[in-house]
């Protein structure tokens, strides 16, 4: 079976830190994808960062990165410099191989966080 | 990034009424796909579409739902009869590799 767990309900920062949020996964597949978005607070959801399982580098872009840990199924994402605007739900998501790049999203139930000021 | 667009952006309707969402999506994407979130709830796969075909449904994907892109226009989702139970917000979803979302249509069946 597959899921998505997101264990933080609710993060607080101050503006300009760096934060972390958690995720670990399950899956059957050896071959899956690990995504991150985010739904501000308008609703809009927006793709932020992918990790692909089979490769070892952490994924960056932007101020956004990943921390892959494989063996444990862990996908977190940092934020570095954090700013205002950054204040939203986080979701972590994960969609298996099956060889095309059609298939579900599982979805985590979500991290908010809020940037302060 | 590429964006996906929904119509309408609201839609209030009655229990037993049929209602039609509609979706453009990005124009070279291949996948598309529905999900439905109850507010403050998880995001939930309801379906994914791949050459004029149903590829997979979920369980929240009842008999009432249907989605079609005719002629390669609006993807569409309609619900017929609508219940209770479906008012939430329903996404599109568009994809080559990462799915991008649209902003979502907000149906409240009453």
Known sequence: AQKVTQTQTSISVMEKTTVTMDCVYETQDSSYFLFWYKQTASGEIVFLIRQDSYKKENATVGHYSLNFQKPKSSIGLIITATQIEDSAVYFCAMREGRGSALGRLHFGAGTQLIVIP | GPKVL??????????????????????????????????????????????GKVMEKSKLFKDQFSVERPDGSYFTLKIQPTALEDSAVYFCASSLHEQYFGPGTRLTVL
Do not use: A, R
């Not at chain 2, 309707?13 to 979706?23: K, P």
């Open chain 2, 6 to 51: 929904q119509i309408p952006s609201h839609q209030i309707i009655d229990m037993g009424q049929m209602v039609t969402l509609n979706c453009d999506p990005v124009s070279n994407h291949l996948y598309f796909y529905w999900y439905k979130q109850i507010l403050g709830q998880q995001m939930e796969f309801l379906v994914n579409f791949y050459n």
